[in-house]
């Protein structure tokens, strides 16, 4: 599966838009890119994933280019409750049969 | 409610003793796997299951067990717990393995000490 790269932390203001980078630029045509977050200590949750096309669901848009070689979260309206460490996976259709978790970025909202 | 439930969240025992931390899912997903999560290694894969009677190691299974007799159920077994197997554990599963049409659902974690 392709690494990808975060920055370690970002900030945002309460209310504003949250745009997470992260970049895989050795990703291949088969694999999706997944985004994942952690809440303090809580379990992962699953945010939204796409393969080529931009997606939207009710937490998130995922923003992909069209190399594909990076992508974007954006949360629209951020809440202080959005404040956790955000996971971008990028994995294979029928890769290996778990997700591999890096660092990621922790992000803060500030009120 | 869809969910993925640990038990306990918290756990400290001492080295040598047995323990099992259970892990039961209600949305009848197939896939099942069991998390580990150490401050600076991220989260690794101890243990999966792609459905009943069949499972296979993760990248650290050393000093782990696990068994799945029923589709919803996917206990964490130590046999002779060490210290370095202090961690925060999440068990989590998939309707499938592909993942892509089925996100991983985490459970909210066992925080295990092991002195």
């Known amino acids: 599966d392709a690494k990808t790269t975060q920055p370690p932390s970002m900030d945002c203001a309460e209310g504003r838009a949250a745009n997470l980078p992260c970049n895989h630029s050795?990703?291949?045509?088969?694999?999706?890119v997944y985004w994942y977050r952690q809440i303090h200590s809580q379990g992962p949750q699953y945010i939204i994933h796409?393969?080529?096309n931009n997606e939207t669901n009710e937490m998130a848009s995922l923003i992909i280019t069209e190399d594909r070689k990076s992508s974007t979260l954006i949360l629209p309206h951020a809440t202080l409750r959005d404040t956790a460490v955000y996971y971008c996976?990028?994995?294979?259709?029928?890769?290996?049969?778990?997700?591999?978790f890096g660092q990621g970025t922790r992000l803060t909202i500030n009120p | 409610e869809a969910q993925v439930t640990q038990n306990p969240r918290y756990l400290i025992t001492v080295t040598g003793k047995k323990l099992t931390v259970t892990c039961s899912q209600n949305?009848?997903?197939?896939?099942m796997s069991w998390y580990r999560q150490d401050p600076g290694l991220g989260l690794r894969q101890i243990y999966y299951?792609?459905?009943?009677?069949?499972?296979d190691k993760g990248d650290v299974p050393e000093g782990y067990k696990v068994s799945r007799k029923e589709k919803r159920n996917f206990p964490l077994i130590l046999e002779s717990p060490s210290p370095n197997q202090t961690s925060l554990y999440f068990c989590?599963?998939?309707?499938?393995?592909?993942?892509?049409?089925?996100?991983?659902?985490f459970g909210n974690g066992t925080r295990l000490t092991v002195t």
């Open positions: 989590a599963s998939s309707l499938s393995t592909g993942f892509y049409n089925s996100p991983l659902h």
């Open positions: 050795t990703i291949s045509g088969n694999e999706y």
């Open positions: 796409g393969l080529k």
């Open positions: 996976i990028v994995r294979v259709i029928q890769g290996a049969q778990k997700l591999v």
């Open positions: 949305m009848n997903h197939e896939y």
């Open positions: 299951s792609m459905n009943v009677e069949v499972t």
